[in-house]
């Protein structure tokens, strides 16, 4: 079988995007990065706080009009008073950029996964719908990913809410995520609406399923190594490599390769089109009771059969 036969990738499209800078606020895992995701901070000097305008967005109290949901209507578990409402001139935006800086190291190590989630409610018969954007920004704030598939259901009521979660592992080097809350109003009274955004960062260096393992004995298991096909859609491998007894540097032959289950979740590898493959979570016995987990990088040795890999400083 040939290299290219088992791998494939394609390159990260690297777009470029200006961005109005926002303050920064402390930042840490677990929490909710956002500031007034719910809506229910409001100020007479501006219209949505922590939020940046395009458009006739405003934060609205729930059943405060004829036409508005009710809390009850929203179908949130905690919808609080207010919500966000696109307004009834077409298209509006509310941008908010999250700083991720304090999380640099761990991301550039592929441990970051990203839960997002957001109720949208939009109306199907006059087309009036919400929707998020992602962008994944790097210190220069050029996009690395852009996430565009969270959107109201087509035919949803103009009533009630329904939830849209996403989990992502953050790419390398990213800085920050501008989250935009998209209100696209067509016909009658605008039926967009949004409330209750969250997102959370979640450290999975400690605790990955797809963390390679490496035995005494010299075998290492590799649960989850990812690979970019053409299409740049995901596959993952389950892999087992061997030690070869006395290489310096360290060399492992390819005992066996097959379909894995995509499961990120912050140790999978990945294996580029260069040869190299990542390891950012190897399991190894640093005595008899104890495990470590270290990041490592293999190389594969050009036209080597069976597949070799050598291990990199
Ligand atoms: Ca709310
Ligand atoms: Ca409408």
Redesign the pocket.
Known sequence: MKNSEIFSTCKLLILTSSIIAMPVFAQQYANNLLVNGDAETLSSSNAVPGWMIQGNVSIQKYGSKSGFPTATDSGLSNPGKNFFYGGNEGEAVAKQVVDLTFAANDIDHGHVQMDFSAWLSG?GK?N?SASIILRFLDANQNELEVVEQLSSAEQSS?KGFEQRQLSWILPESTRAIMVELHFN????????YIDDVTLILNNNSESGACAAVYEVDGRVHLPCVDVLDAKGDRQSYDVYLQLVPNSTPYRFVLKSIAQGVLDPDGCEGLFESSGNLQLPCVSVPVNESERAIFPAQLQLVPSSNPFTFELLP
């Open positions: 109306e006059q009036d103009g109003h067509v016909q009658g009274a605008s039926q967009s």
